[in-house]
């Protein structure tokens, strides 16, 4: 008997363009949703684009968060209970949009995302990422209704932070490997579908690779794109495993143990050379994520991160333990197979 069934949520509306912040209140209009919303934003984009907002959704109440933690959330959640939007605006970076997912997931009300940085897939994803206890990984959260990412506001954000949405597209590659392998070896549920799509959005990344430069802002359409590409493989998937593998394992627990971590894209990116190589060997397949990685600018060694040698070593005999994914790390490398992994790939000199 056929028992299988699946929900895919998607966002409804995505709007990508020049100027197309302005449209917001239109696209809110589109979704049918009631009320005013409940603003979740964090200081500097809504130094950038809270005048933007405000003209479109006079009189709305304003959150501004400091910090992506669980009193931020419950803060907002107060908020929500106070003044009864119809429906969350998160405008932000990764911070602002999370803790907006992530309360609006709780009150069961909507939410729309307003990307200031395309730093991400977590800005159009079903998936909220608030450090609790000594978890860094994703949940499973209600995906925003809509995704309103204008290219003008996004290509003046910081270089690094559209360089970190790169990289963690380009991470899909071994996410998609580890996925696949914990499919061959433990049984992993696994979509054709979904990893071919993540697959596929890192190809034409790096195809694109040429229209990705500071200035231009071609550089974020061809970013946000693919991190809406991203952001549907998971909600195929219902899972971040066609984004996630252990180059993210590897970020996670430097996240939790580096001193000063790097951001997130950056840090999956060289997670995912060190483990390009464990799939590959010698063969270059790792270089090939290397040398992605460098023609976008992100850093590929441990020092462009800001993160000490042993450090590196530490994550990398360590992370399987976070959580329960299996991936290229099984249950977990010697300390002398990851110096030797960190130095062959250049990432550790
Ligand atoms: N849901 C998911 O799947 C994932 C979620 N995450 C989460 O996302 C967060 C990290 O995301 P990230 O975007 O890097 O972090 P932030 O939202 O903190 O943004 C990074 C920095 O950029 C600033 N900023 C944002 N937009 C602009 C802009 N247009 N111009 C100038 N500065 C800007 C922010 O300012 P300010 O300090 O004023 O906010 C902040 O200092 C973490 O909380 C992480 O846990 C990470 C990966 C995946
Ligand atoms: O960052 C993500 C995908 O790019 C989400 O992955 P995690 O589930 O590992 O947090
Ligand atoms: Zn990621």
């Known amino acids: 008997?056929?028992?299988?069934?699946?929900?895919?949520?998607?966002?409804?509306?995505?709007?990508?363009?020049?100027g197309v912040v302005d449209r917001t209140a239109e696209v809110v209009e589109d979704l049918h949703l009631q009320g005013r919303p409940l603003v979740v934003t964090s200081p500097t984009p809504w130094k950038l684009?809270?005048?933007?907002?405000?003209?479109?959704?006079?009189?709305?109440?304003?959150?501004?968060?400091?910090?992506?933690?669980?009193?931020?959330?419950?803060?907002?959640?107060?908020?929500?209970?106070?003044?009864?939007?119809?429906?969350?605006?998160?405008?932000g970076g990764g911070k602002a949009i999370d803790i907006a997912k992530m309360a609006a997931d709780h009150v069961g009300l909507g939410f729309v995302s307003v990307p200031t940085a395309a730093s991400h897939d977590g800005i159009v994803s079903g998936r909220g990422s608030v450090p609790e206890g000594d978890t860094r990984h994703s949940v499973a959260a209600d995906p925003?209704?809509?995704?309103?990412?204008?290219?003008?506001?996004?290509?003046?954000?910081?270089?690094?932070?559209?360089?970190?949405?790169?990289?963690?597209?380009?991470?899909?590659?071994?996410?998609?490997?580890?996925?696949?392998?914990?499919?061959?070896?433990?049984?992993?549920?696994y979509s054709e579908y979904a990893a071919a799509l993540s697959e596929m959005t890192a190809e034409i990344l790096v195809d694109n690779?040429?229209?990705?430069?500071?200035?231009?802002?071609?550089?974020?359409?061809?970013?946000?794109?693919?991190?809406?590409?991203?952001?549907?493989?998971?909600?195929?998937?219902?899972?971040?495993?066609?984004?996630?593998?252990?180059?993210h394992l590897f970020s996670h627990q430097l996240d939790r143990i580096a001193p000063?971590?790097?951001l997130h894209g950056h840090q999956v990116?060289?997670?995912?050379?060190?483990?390009?190589?464990?799939?590959?060997?010698?063969?270059?397949?790792?270089?090939?994520?290397?040398?992605?990685l460098r023609s976008i600018d992100a850093p590929t060694t441990a020092s462009e991160l800001g993160i000490e040698p042993g450090t590196v070593v530490e994550a990398l005999t360590t992370c399987h333990e976070i959580r329960d994914r299996y991936t290229?790390?099984?249950?977990?490398?010697?300390?002398?197979?990851?110096?030797?992994?960190?130095?062959k790939t250049g990432v550790i000199e």
């Open 1 to 18: 008997m056929f028992t299988k069934s699946t929900w895919i949520r998607l966002p409804r509306n995505v709007v990508v363009g020049h």
């Open 49 to 91: 684009v809270g005048e933007a907002v405000e003209a479109q959704f006079a009189g709305s109440e304003v959150v501004v968060v400091e910090e992506a933690t669980f009193e931020s959330v419950e803060r907002v959640i107060e908020r929500v209970e106070a003044a009864e939007p119809g429906f969350l605006l998160g405008v």
């Open 144 to 189: 925003p209704l809509a995704v309103v990412a204008d290219t003008e506001v996004l290509a003046e954000a910081p270089w690094e932070l559209t360089t970190a949405g790169c990289a963690d597209i380009i991470s899909n590659y071994t996410a998609v490997m580890d996925w696949r392998l914990a499919n061959r070896l433990k049984d992993v549920p």
């Open 209 to 247: 690779a040429d229209s990705v430069r500071p200035g231009l802002e071609e550089s974020s359409w061809v970013v946000t794109k693919a991190l809406v590409s991203s952001g549907v493989a998971m909600s195929i998937a219902g899972s971040s495993r066609p984004a996630s593998g252990a180059e």
């Open 260 to 262: 000063n971590p790097a």
């Open 269 to 292: 990116g060289v997670g995912s050379i060190l483990t390009a190589y464990l799939h590959g060997g010698d063969r270059g397949f790792w270089t090939d994520i290397r040398d992605a």
């Open 328 to 343: 290229i790390l099984g249950d977990g490398m010697s300390e002398e197979a990851a110096w030797e992994t960190a130095r």
